[in-house]
């Protein structure tokens, strides 16, 4: 039995890709025979208690070029190395997996070398789908990606083009272990909201610009669906103002519904009485929601751009379809609402596709990855 330690950049009770994915890896690796530790970005989140689990939230300050952040980094880097190193000599890690690189992959980096421990670098598309555009900001996270990776024993990624993305900063896309993602297929839902309305195509996730939700909104007002019809965009982000003006500004304010944010059992209850599930990323590294639509039985409209035509196919089990040609996400979206034949056969073929991922599958994948690392050199 390994301790694999599961370095992520976010986790409960925040939502997310990675969150999910670490939430739902973490057991099945237990089942697997591994003892698992979570080690997270210390946000001042309250504590998350989870069966046989520990959680710690570690601190990762970075320096950056301004005398300001050099000297704010000189005080509080030897306390967060301490911090880490306290987590180690605790927990004795065997390997450490960095879920979604950021701070904690810097971080993982100086303990696998310090240390002496495995490290493995999982991509989760944050080189490309990143809000705040890191990558492209930040001479720091960009040189210590590229040094992770050259360090790094095992490379993952949730799909090929998350693979790909690697290229540019020194990594073989063929060295690279793709482990798609996993959906849960027993996961429950909460009673009905009392807001949702009678019949509605969601949308659902961050309200950031990559999501393409004002995309959605534009092929809603024009796709001539009927009046009754509502949209709903679950979520909480900073577009969340915009999303309302550019309502107001298409005529269809009266029809957009915009919950916030919702807990997990009931976006499993708002998916499964939706007219459609439209995923308009103008990227997605993979698109874990794009499963639970399948999942749900629903059809599912879905972005063709990045790692979703992996995981679906365009007129059998969902309707994929370019985000930023308005025309056509319109046609995709009044298909999947009035077409029944259609929407009989992607209600059908969707939950086939989706029995396919397991997190039970995606533990195995990285099971093969830990049993070729070599062993941990105690330091």
């Not at 973490?26 to 979570?38: F, N, S, T």
């Not at 839902?189 to 393409?212: D, F, M, N, Q, S």
Request: charged share 25%.
């Amino acid at each position: 039995m390994s301790v694999v330690a599961l370095v992520a950049s976010s986790f409960l009770p925040r939502v997310g890709g990675v969150e999910e994915h670490v939430h739902r890896l973490a057991p099945r690796l237990q089942d697997l025979g591994h003892e698992v530790v979570i080690w997270t970005v210390d946000r001042g989140d309250a504590p998350v208690t989870l069966p046989g689990i520990t959680v710690r939230h570690l601190p990762t300050p970075l320096p950056a070029a301004n005398a300001r952040s050099a000297a704010r980094f000189a005080w509080e880097g030897p306390r967060a190395l301490a911090a880490w190193v306290r987590a180690a000599r605790a927990d004795r890690p065997d390997v450490l997996h960095v879920q979604c690189f950021g701070p904690n992959g810097t971080w993982a980096t100086a303990m696998s070398r310090l240390l002496g421990i495995p490290l493995v670098v999982g991509a989760h598309g944050e080189t490309f789908m990143d809000a705040d555009r890191v990558f492209e900001t930040s001479v720091v996270q960009r040189r210590a990606l590229r040094y992770a990776l050259g360090h790094a024993a095992a490379v993952t990624a949730c799909s090929a083009y998350a693979a790909e993305d690697l290229a540019r900063f020194g990594q073989d896309p063929a060295g690279v272990d793709v482990v798609l993602n996993g959906v849960d297929p027993d996961e429950p839902a909460a009673p009905e909201p009392g807001w949702l309305p009678a019949r509605y195509v969601l949308g659902t996730g961050r309200l950031v610009r990559i999501k393409g939700f004002d995309l959605l909104l534009r092929a809603f007002a024009t796709a001539g669906l009927d009046d009754e019809l509502r949209l709903v965009v679950a979520g909480a982000g900073p577009e969340r103002d915009a999303l309302h003006a550019l309502a107001a500004e298409l005529g269809v304010a009266d029809r957009v519904v915009l919950p916030g944010s919702l807990p997990r059992d009931q976006v499993v209850t708002v998916m499964r009485r939706a007219e459609a599930l439209v995923v308009p990323s103008r990227v997605e590294a993979f698109g874990i929601v794009v499963l639970e639509g399948l999942r749900a039985g629903v059809p599912v409209v879905a972005t063709a751009r990045g790692g979703v035509v992996e995981i679906v196919t365009d007129g059998v089990d969902a309707l994929v379809v370019d985000p930023e040609d308005q025309r056509a996400l319109a046609v995709a979206l009044r298909r999947a609402v009035v077409d029944p034949a259609l929407r009989e056969r992607l209600a059908t073929a969707g939950p086939r596709t989706a029995a396919l991922f397991t997190w039970e599958r995606v533990a195995r994948l990285d099971d093969a990855v830990y049993r070729r690392l070599p062993a941990r050199r105690r330091r």
